[in-house]
């Protein structure tokens, strides 16, 4: 992922149409859920999703208008942007299925963009620049194809070296119970709390959605050489606290220690060296996403294998409410605080300041 800076709040790279047919509001939307709560890369116009058309797309996913509409498809969205009088410069896959693969809708779609001169992000493992019918298309347009999951050459990698021991900013990891959990939402979340409470404070993004989010230092960990992935993410923490010398560097996790697919958090555990873990969970979630028959592990299990790992203490639990009702947030978030003796949350709901409190600033 290269370092980016924003300009002046003004978006990167323009206004764009954000693509999740068939997946918005589910797990495998988790990228446009990502844009449209908050990025500094694009001005996200609108989202296409037949399913949802004719609402706002912050409505849907929070109760909380954002100002974006849900359209039909492509031409749709192209209509709302002129009627606005507002021009649209990219097409954005929003989609993050199981796997990471493009579907021949999502092909099609992109296909259709090309046709209408938007430029193309896609963070998914297909890459669109190495399929010779769409990359001749671009060509034929004029287009430029982002492959944001397209590993970096290998004399770009960096191997663990240690310096992660120079930096001085607090890390905190915000890891989690199971992929498509939240934890990248709370780790934004919680580095504006931070900053409202007076504190700086950087998030270090190691997946494509944060890419698009437009964070200025990270990786996008499932990209890159195993060899490579701890020194990748020591370096991006070390250039974290380099470039602005944050009281605290919160790292987004990935996957969960226990999923059988998705296995991740060693790796930002071992080289990244947080100083505490938080936790989010999804309480009402039974099995591992996308893999029935795969059940969950307990929260206190995965509390114990984060700390037994890392030496280091989880401070707190954040609450995804999937298939909680609004008025049951309360009383969950006080039954695991109750089981776990540590301040419990939900983001979205209850905002992040206890999080500031239990992160351990002095």
Not at 39 to 57: C, E, F, K
Not at 155 to 168: A, P, R
């Amino acid at each position: 992922m290269t370092d980016l800076a924003p300009l002046d709040g003004n978006p990167l790279d323009g206004n764009a149409v954000v693509y999740c047919r068939g997946a918005f509001n589910t797990p495998n939307g988790k990228t446009a859920h990502g844009l449209v709560r908050r990025t500094r890369r694009y001005r996200v116009l609108s989202v296409i999703d037949p399913r949802y058309a004719g609402n706002d797309a912050g409505d849907v996913l929070d109760e909380r208008a954002a100002g974006i509409p849900v359209v039909l498809d492509l031409d749709a969205a192209l209509e709302d942007a002129r009627e606005r009088g507002l021009g649209v410069d990219r097409f954005v896959v929003g989609l993050a299925p199981d796997g990471g693969r493009l579907d021949a809708d999502g092909r099609d779609a992109v296909k259709e963009a090309i046709l209408a001169g938007l430029h193309v992000d896609c963070g998914l493992h297909d890459f669109l620049s190495e399929d010779p019918e769409v990359a001749a298309l671009a060509n034929q347009e004029g287009v430029i194809l982002r492959d944001v999951r397209k590993p970096p050459h290998r004399n770009d990698l960096h191997f663990f070296t240690g310096k992660i021991e120079q930096v001085t900013s607090r890390k905190v990891a915000l890891l989690g119970t199971d992929s498509a959990v939240g934890k990248r939402t709370t780790a934004w979340l919680l580095v504006e709390a931070l900053e409202a409470a007076g504190h700086t404070a950087d998030m270090v993004g190691t997946g494509q959605t944060a890419w698009m989010q437009g964070a200025k230092h990270g990786i996008v960990v499932d990209s890159i050489v195993s060899d490579f992935v701890s020194g990748e993410i020591e370096h991006a923490v070390w250039s974290a606290w380099q470039d602005g010398n944050p009281d605290v560097i919160v790292l987004e996790g990935q996957g969960s220690l226990m999923n059988p697919a998705y296995p991740g958090g060693f790796e930002l555990l071992a080289a990244g060296r947080p100083d505490v873990v938080v936790m989010q969970h999804a309480p009402e979630r039974a099995e591992y996403d996308g893999f029935p028959g795969y059940p969950l592990h307990p929260l206190a299990k995965q509390i114990e294998a984060v700390e037994m790992i890392s030496g280091k203490p989880v401070v707190a639990v954040t609450v995804n409410h999937e298939g909680i009702e609004r008025a049951r947030i309360d009383e969950v978030c006080r039954r695991i605080e109750g089981e776990t003796g540590l301040p419990t949350v939900d983001p979205l709901v209850h905002g992040c300041g206890r999080l500031v409190a239990a992160i351990g600033l002095g």
